[in-house]
């Protein structure tokens, strides 16, 4: 399965935006990027996901790169309520696309 | 809307007991996961159902572990004995098919002493 690497910890402000990138330089054509975020005490919780193209949502931005070897999930406006753990995560393409396997993650520690 | 209800939220045994981790998946979702997340290994895979149907339980730790999809509504995740080195939060997922955006419950943090 392809891997995901992620810095261990990133520091925001609130109110201003937050890149939070995520190296997948083994992915292949049909893995779909998934990030998930992971607040204290709670469990996952979806964010976005995309294939090739960059992605929008309520709660954030994916930018994928041309290669598809990184991409970056990008809040526009941090709040306290985003600190939490931001996992990237790859699914693999056929039988086994159900299979989301977690990293580490980022943790994102927002200042008030 | 009520989200994946797990039971109990907390659950404190001795070792060699049984233990029985219980999960409700939002109506309507045909596949359902079970996760173990701690602090050395993270959140891994324990089984996966599709149609109350195990599909995947390659990442079952022994047989002291085991997973029922009795109906659509119920699944339960049970350990028989209980170790120490079991404790850890148990999640329960569901989604609509297996590929899709998987919704997780709150956990039971499980704690064997």
Request: overall charge negative.
């Amino acid at each position: 399965d392809a891997k995901t690497t992620q810095p261990n910890s990133m520091e925001s402000n609130e109110e201003e935006p937050v890149h939070l990138p995520c190296n997948h330089s083994t992915i292949s054509g049909t893995d779909y990027i998934h990030w998930y975020r992971q607040l204290p005490s709670q469990g996952p919780e979806y964010v976005i996901h995309g294939l090739t193209s960059n992605v929008n949502n309520r709660m954030a931005s994916l930018a994928i790169a041309e290669d598809r070897k990184s991409s970056t999930l990008i809040l526009h406006r941090a709040t306290l309520r985003d600190a939490a753990v931001y996992y990237c995560i790859l699914s693999p393409s056929g039988g086994s696309n159900y299979k989301l396997t977690f990293g580490k993650g980022t943790l994102l520690t927002v200042n008030p | 809307d009520a989200g994946v209800i797990q039971s109990p939220r907390h659950e404190v045994t001795e070792m060699g007991q049984e233990v029985t981790l219980r999960c409700k998946p939002i109506s309507g979702h045909n596949s359902l996961f079970w996760y173990r997340q701690t602090m050395m290994r993270g959140l891994e895979l324990l089984i996966y159902f599709n149609n109350n149907v195990p599909i995947d339980d390659s990442g079952m730790p022994e047989d002291r572990f085991s997973a029922k999809m009795p109906n659509a509504s119920f699944s339960t995740l049970k350990i028989q004995p209980s170790e120490p080195r079991d404790s850890a939060v148990y999640f329960c997922a569901s989604t609509p098919t297996a590929w899709e955006t998987q919704y997780f419950g709150p956990g039971t943090r499980l704690l064997v002493l």
